[in-house]
Each structure stands twice: as structure tokens, then as C-alpha cells.
């Protein structure tokens, strides 16, 4: 028996240049990333960390409400970096469940979040006695 390597070799005409085993930059769905890439992320990450630091340690807010709700902003834009530039979530990874289960498990926060406040404070205005009202009990108490 001639065994002749030309009969068992299998020659791929690859009009794009890469071998046989290129996945043109996604592995199972996860793009491939640089180390640029993270070290944007990371500049982002240390950025959005330092502003609302210095914002609070200045007392550069003179309401503490506003305070808030600009550092949940910065919270928020902290939260979109990570994903994008760590958890490399997109429209296109894992055929787009990944952003399906991210949006399911933020509609779950804000409902549980959400009724957990309404029900508290409707157990406060309820429950709780007003000033006026415990002046009240206590002159009436033996």
C-alpha cells in the first residue's frame, strides 16, 4: 500500500488570508478585545471614580439632593463602562441574551426597588405616629 501524503493532505482555498481555524475576531460570540481597550476602560473607571469623589470631599453641592442624584448619574455611567469595556456586553454577544437578561434583571431592581419604597412609605404615614400625636398619648397616659 502506498500511503502518499498528497492523497491525505486537504488543501483549503482561504480567499480572506486567514487559517482554517479564524473566527474573524469572535470567539462564541465575545469579541476579542486589546489591552488599549481595557486601559481605556480602566482611564474611564479611575475618571468617573475621582469626579464624584472630589465633588463630595470639595462640598461642591449646596443641597445634598442634588448630590445625589449627580452621583447616581455618575453611578449610572460608571455601570455602562464596566459592561462595555470588562463584561464586553453589546447588542451582538451571545446573540444579543446577554443585553436581553441585563434589561429582564434592571426591570426586576426597579420593581422590587421601587415597590419596596412605596410599600415603607406607606407603612410611615400609616404606623408612625406625628409629633402632635405622641404629645398627645403622653398627656393621656396615667
Known amino acids: ?3 502518499d501524503a498528497s492523497h491525505h493532505s486537504h488543501v483549503h482555498q482561504d480567499p480572506h488570508g486567514h487559517g482554517d481555524d479564524a473566527d474573524h475576531g469572535f470567539d462564541a460570540g465575545i469579541p476579542h478585545v486589546s ?3 481595557y486601559f481605556n476602560g480602566f482611564v474611564l473607571s479611575v475618571v468617573l471614580t475621582a ?4 465633588l ?3 462640598n461642591s453641592f449646596p443641597d445634598s439632593r442634588i448630590a445625589a442624584v449627580v452621583l447616581l448619574l455618575f453611578a449610572a455611567v ?3 463602562v464596566h459592561m462595555v469595556y470588562f463584561l464586553h456586553m453589546n447588542t451582538k454577544s451571545e ?3 446577554n443585553l436581553l437578561a441585563l434589561v429582564f434583571t434592571a ?3 426597579i420593581i422590587v426597588l421601587s415597590g419596596s419604597l412605596w410599600v415603607m412609605h406607606h407603612l410611615n404615614d400609616n404606623m408612625m405616629p406625628g409629633v402632635h400625636d405622641m ?3 403622653l398627656k393621656a397616659a396615667p
Open 78 to 80: 460608571q455601570v455602562v
Open 107 to 109: 426591570v426586576l431592581v
Open 95 to 97: 446573540g444579543g441574551w
Open 35 to 37: 489591552v488599549r481597550e
Open 51 to 54: 469626579i464624584p469623589f472630589a
Open 56 to 58: 463630595v470631599m470639595t
Open 1 to 3: 500500500m502506498n500511503h
Open 135 to 137: 404629645q398627645e398619648m
